[in-house]
């Protein structure tokens, strides 16, 4: 049963502490409580003197659209005339105490399920304090993905070997950093502390290792194409009118976009390592968490 227990988390800096969230709607459900959600969780705030902004917050959804407040405190939605639900977004360790207090089979087992969600998170805690530059490698697909991507990388040194005058490896590899996350290798090692033995790719996330050796095989393509067209191989400054004419179409924009919010944000929670070129994309705890917890 823990195995399909799969309860929506998500996180917020609280007073300086990184606490998570679940909706208690859900974990209502899960725990198969005979009484009705409203009903429930208000007996259990008042019975365990739960602190709303500490151990939970309420929201509305939609709330804003021109929806009425009654004397009662009930919201109602000024199109239909029905009551909007109250959602409650509580912290894990809420969870865990509701699921206890419940003491059935399921209740034992939620609660078993959300111990395991905080050993996990203080497990990559530890190894980003310990050793914040391998945080990346937790993710179980890595190394088959970084053995997959070094045959990307041969693909693009192997064109630019071919097809480009200039073999400047490094310079090419920069623009395509600035590119996607407005650092260069340079300024992202030294972010990492990494050695000169550090090979940087090895320290990347999973998915942006994805995005760069897709983008590398399709700019090959396109330099191959572009040096059999004229009948040589093109100069620097052609290498890079090619590179910006293949980056700037739509697609890469979209993975620009993405790729910059996982370096943003994965390195400002777990490795503590601040992007000020970045600071547009640090996530924060936001309404469309919220959604993701009351939809």
């Known amino acids: 049963m823990n195995e399909l227990i799969n309860i929506k988390v998500v996180q917020k800096d609280f007073n300086g502490e990184k606490k998570r969230f679940v909706n208690a709607r859900e974990l209502h459900q899960w725990l198969g409580v005979g009484k009705r959600f409203a009903t429930w969780i208000t007996d259990r705030v008042s019975k365990y003197d739960f602190v709303e902004d500490l151990d939970y917050f309420v929201s509305i959804p939609n709330f804003g659209n021109g929806e009425k407040v009654l004397k009662s405190g009930k919201i109602i939605d000024a199109k239909t005339g029905r009551i909007l639900p109250k959602e409650y977004v509580i912290s894990v360790d809420m969870a865990k105490e509701l699921a206890m207090v419940e003491n059935s089979e399921i209740g034992k087992k939620v609660r078993k399920y959300f111990i395991r969600v905080e050993s996990d998170f203080k497990k990559v805690m530890r190894i980003a304090i310990l050793d914040p530059k391998i945080i990346n490698q937790l993710a179980s697909e890595f190394a088959e993905t970084r053995e997959e991507t070094k045959d990307y990388r041969k693909d693009f040194t192997d064109c630019i070997n071919n097809f480009v005058a200039v073999k400047n490896y490094g310079t090419y590899t920069d623009m395509l950093y600035d590119f996607l996350f407005l650092e260069r290798a340079k300024e992202y090692r030294k972010l990492l502390n990494l050695a000169k033995k550090d090979?940087?790719?090895?320290?990347?996330?999973?998915?942006?290792?994805?995005?760069?050796?897709?983008?590398?095989?399709?700019?090959?393509?396109?330099?191959?194409?572009?040096?059999?067209?004229?009948?040589?191989?093109?100069?620097?400054?052609?290498?890079?009118?090619?590179?910006?004419?293949?980056?700037?179409?739509?697609?890469?924009?979209?993975?620009?976009?993405?790729?910059?919010?996982?370096?943003?944000?994965?390195?400002?929670?777990?490795?503590?390592?601040?992007?000020?070129?970045?600071?547009?994309y640090k996530k924060e705890f936001s309404q469309e968490d919220i959604k993701k917890l009351v939809g």
């Open 199 to 280: 090979f940087t790719r090895n320290y990347m996330y999973e998915e942006i290792l994805l995005t760069i050796g897709a983008f590398e095989t399709g700019l090959a393509g396109e330099i191959e194409k572009e040096s059999k067209k004229l009948g040589r191989k093109l100069t620097k400054s052609e290498f890079a009118n090619e590179f910006d004419k293949f980056a700037s179409q739509k697609n890469w924009l979209v993975y620009q976009k993405r790729a910059r919010r996982i370096m943003a944000t994965y390195d400002k929670e777990l490795r503590d390592i601040k992007h000020p070129k970045l600071i547009d």
